[in-house]
């Protein structure tokens, strides 16, 4: 008996089907590539570390080659790890919240080399630093302590809180500002009487840096009063 041509459809169909099914079971399912999370855990990275000078770079991973994930349905998630932060580093976990879920962290560095200023003899603390006291080098950046200075302008005119040796990286716990006054001094003091400014000569009697209060003789009346010192020489008197 012949059978029905309706039911021959039907049986080609689902043996088509179940042939497809069994090719893509076979087949292997398509994977992850490790360069592109490499490349996103980089541009998460850069939005978590300071900018990059032209001689730095940021280094992800790499990644095992025997890392193999299979390709998320969802566009992946970057996202620094609580904890995973550095200053030259930074750890980045990559989420896949699809199918398959998985997550994988991805350490990114930066490396390069930066300018420092170096202590360019023994420095005495106590001392207010002049250029003939500093020189550049160039260094790896990931054997620089915290707080390290690339431009040894900045340095020049700060005062050594502490002890430098010769050849020592000067970082911004070295130093302090200088001080705007001098205890015995002689400065001017300026005083806002409303309309007026009146300026008068007058003497430090205390240190002080930029800002900071400070006690001072008025030379004309002989009173002690207060002030802060806004500038070097230049004291503002503190009406009451």
């Known amino acids: 008996m012949r059978t029905p041509s309706k039911y021959r459809r039907l049986s ?8 497809a099914a069994t090719a893509a079971a076979a087949a292997p399912a398509e994977l992850q590539d490790n360069a ?42 970057p996202a620094v790890s609580p904890g995973g932060h550095m200053r030259d580093r930074v750890l980045v976990e990559l989420r896949c919240g699809g199918t398959p879920s998985w997550h994988l962290y991805v350490p990114v560095r930066v ?46 005119g700060l005062t050594a809180s502490r002890p430098i040796s010769s050849g020592a990286v000067i970082t911004n716990q070295f130093l302090a500002a200088a001080r705007a006054v001098q205890r015995g001094q002689s400065v001017t003091l300026v005083a806002d009487a409303g309309a007026m400014t009146v300026r008068m000569a007058g003497r ?27 500038s070097e020489q230049v004291v503002e008197i503190i009406l009451q």
């Open 111 to 156: 490396v390069g080399t930066s300018p420092v200023t170096l202590a360019a003899r023994a420095i005495v603390a106590g001392t207010v630093l002049t250029d003939k006291d500093v020189r550049v080098e160039e260094r790896d950046i990931s054997s620089l302590p915290p707080g390290f200075m690339d431009d040894p302008t900045v340095a020049v």
């Open 36 to 77: 592109q999370l490499e490349a996103l855990a980089r541009s998460e990275a850069a939005l978590n570390l300071p900018p990059l000078s032209n001689r730095e770079r940021l280094v992800a991973g790499p990644i095992n080659e025997h890392v193999q994930l299979q390709r998320c349905s969802l566009p992946v998630k």
């Open 12 to 19: 080609t169909r689902v043996a088509a089907l179940a042939a």
């Open 204 to 230: 430090a009697l205390t240190d002080g840096l930029i800002n900071q209060r400070v006690k001072v003789e008025n030379l004309s009346s002989g009173k002690v009063v207060e002030g802060i010192a806004r």
